[in-house]
C-alpha cells in the first residue's frame, strides 16, 4: 500500500520548501506580450524545477511514501488563451525539464496524479462548461505524457468528479471527445453532495471508479466496508492496476476523537462535515481506512506529507501487531 499526499510538499516545519509559484489573470493581461511571456515561462520552469527536487525528497523516503498528487497550476495559466498562445511558442524549451521529471520519478516507483478543479465538470448540461472542462483535461494530460506518461492505462491519474446535471450519459459523451492519453489517465470519484459511488459506478465501464470513503459517509451516513459487494466493482474498473482510494476525515472538533461518528448524533451541519481535518485524529477511522489493503490511499489532509506520515506509522503498528 502506497500513501500519498496532495500537492504541498511539507518540511518538519510545516513550511514548503519546494513551492509552485503562480500568478494572477488581471497581473498576466496587464503586462504586453514580451513580459508575458517572460512572466509564465519564468514561473513554469521555476515550477517544474521544484518538482523535480520534490521528487528528490519522495526518492529518500520508504517506498510506501512514493505518491503525489502534482498540483494543476504545473503551467499557470496556461488554460488562458492569450497563455496558451505563448505556452505553444516556448513550451519546447521546457520539455527538458518535464523528461527529467518523468523519468526520476518512474525510476523511483514514485505514483503520480493530478486533480482539476471543481469546475471541470464534463457532465454538465451546458455546452460551454463541457468545453472549457475538456480543455482543462487536456491541459492537466499534455503536462503528464511530456512527463512520458499517458502511453498505457493508469500509468498516470487525472481524477475528476462526475457532478453534473447531464449526469451519467453526459460524462459519457464528454469522455469519448478526450484524446486516447486523456482516456488512458482519466478517473472518476464520487462526491458528498451530487453523485454517489452508485452514480458513478455507471462509469466503471469507461474508466477506473475513485472510491473517496469520507465523501460516501458525509452523503449517506455509511461507513463503506471493504468486503461490500460496490468495492469490487470499484477495483474491477481498474483492470488489474492497484486501485486508488481517497481518505479524509472531518475537521477536528467536528467529531469524535474515537468511533464512528453517527450524523444524526452530531449537532454539526452536513456542509461543515465536507471540510478536511488537519491531520488524521480518530483512530478507528484510521484502521478502518487502511483495512482497505488492495489500495492505495491518496491523503486529504491540511497537513499534507506530515498528517500521512503520521498515518504510515499507524500502518507499520498494524502490520507488527
Known amino acids: ?39 509564465i515561462h519564468t514561473l513554469a520552469a521555476a ?3 521544484n518538482l523535480y527536487l520534490t521528487f528528490e525528497e519522495l526518492a529518500r523516503l520508504p517506498p510506501a511514501l512514493r505518491m503525489m498528487r502534482i498540483g494543476s497550476d504545473l503551467l499557470p495559466l496556461y488554460t488562458v488563451p492569450e497563455a496558451t498562445v505563448l505556452y505553444h511558442e516556448f513550451l519546447p524549451t521546457l520539455y527538458p525539464l518535464f523528461t527529467r521529471c518523468g523519468e526520476f520519478a518512474r525510476a523511483n516507483d514514485i505514483r503520480l496524479s ?18 472549457r472542462a475538456l480543455e482543462d483535461v487536456e491541459y492537466h494530460t499534455l503536462c503528464a505524457t511530456l512527463m512520458g506518461y499517458g502511453q498505457r492505462f493508469q500509468d498516470f491519474k487525472i481524477n475528476i468528479h462526475m457532478n453534473g446535471k447531464a449526469g451519467y450519459e453526459g460524462f459519457k459523451r464528454a469522455f469519448g471527445k478526450l484524446t486516447p492519453e486523456a482516456r488512458n489517465m482519466l478517473t472518476v470519484e464520487n462526491d458528498e453532495i451530487s453523485c454517489s459511488l452508485d452514480d458513478v459506478l455507471q462509469a466503471q465501464a469507461l474508466c477506473p471508479v475513485v472510491v473517496d470513503i469520507h465523501h ?17 466493482r470499484v477495483k474491477a474498473s481498474w483492470r488489474g492496476v492497484r486501485p486508488v482510494m481517497h481518505y479524509s476525515v472531518s475537521q477536528e472538533g467536528l467529531i469524535p476523537d474515537e468511533g464512528f461518528p ?55 503498528s498494524r502490520e507488527q501487531a
Open 262 to 316: 453517527d450524523q444524526h448524533c452530531l449537532s454539526v451541519a452536513k456542509t461543515k462535515l465536507r471540510a478536511h481535518s488537519d491531520y488524521y485524529f480518530n483512530p478507528t477511522l484510521n484502521d478502518w481506512a487502511l483495512s482497505f489493503e488492495d489500495f492505495d490511499i491518496m491523503c486529504e489532509v491540511k497537513m499534507k506529507n506530515l498528517a500521512r506520515d503520521r498515518l504510515y506509522r499507524t500502518a507499520l
Open 114 to 131: 493530478f486533480h482539476p478543479g471543481q469546475y471541470s465538470v464534463l457532465a454538465s448540461d451546458n455546452p460551454q462548461v463541457v468545453e
Open 47 to 49: 515550477n517544474l524545477a
Open 1 to 39: 500500500m502506497k500513501l500519498g499526499f496532495a500537492c504541498k510538499y511539507l518540511d518538519t516545519d510545516a513550511k514548503q520548501p519546494y513551492p509552485f509559484k503562480a500568478t494572477t489573470r488581471t497581473r498576466f493581461l496587464s503586462l504586453d506580450n514580451d513580459a508575458r511571456a517572460a512572466l
Open 216 to 232: 460516501h459517509w458525509v452523503k449517506e451516513n455509511a461507513f463503506i466496508q471493504p468486503d461490500d459487494p460496490r468495492i469490487e
